[in-house]
């Protein structure tokens, strides 16, 4: 069964820093494309960051250009997402999504397969 499970959500101050991972089971991460996306009550889902599968090139929406990190080591067939400098408006479940294919992809609807979410709140 393909799976996708997130963890290192919480809570955290305004300026914090939290690493959230995304572990697969069931199948091999290399080649697929991972994106991290997060949903805030009453929004729509919207991407945060991309990684492809071919050279690991990476893509950052702009309210996290500079803040956050992308990375995967399939040698523990995970990703991972380093958040720094944490701020209110980052609060959101946060979900990493996968999809077979070579590049970046930004839309929900691309990605097959979806974590269950780890929510992630920034508060004083």
């Known amino acids: 069964q393909l799976q996708l499970v997130e963890s290192g959500g919480g809570l955290v101050q305004p300026g914090g820093s939290l690493r959230l991972s995304c572990a697969a089971s069931?199948?091999?991460?290399?080649?697929?494309?991972i994106a991290w996306f997060r949903q805030a009550p009453g929004k729509e889902r919207e991407v945060v960051s991309c990684?492809?599968?071919?050279?690991?090139?990476?893509y950052y929406a702009d309210s996290v250009k500079g803040r956050f990190t992308i990375s995967r080591d399939n040698a523990k067939n995970t990703v991972y997402l380093q958040m720094n400098s944490l701020e209110p408006e980052d609060t959101a479940v946060y979900y990493c999504?996968?999809?077979?294919?070579?590049?970046?992809?930004?839309?929900?609807?691309?990605?097959?397969?979806w974590g269950q979410g780890t929510q992630v709140t920034v508060s004083s």
């Open positions: 999504a996968a999809v077979l294919y070579v590049r970046w992809l930004l839309r929900p609807n691309d990605y097959d397969y």
């Open positions: 069931g199948f091999t991460l290399d080649y697929y494309t």
């Open positions: 990684i492809s599968a071919s050279a690991g090139s990476t």
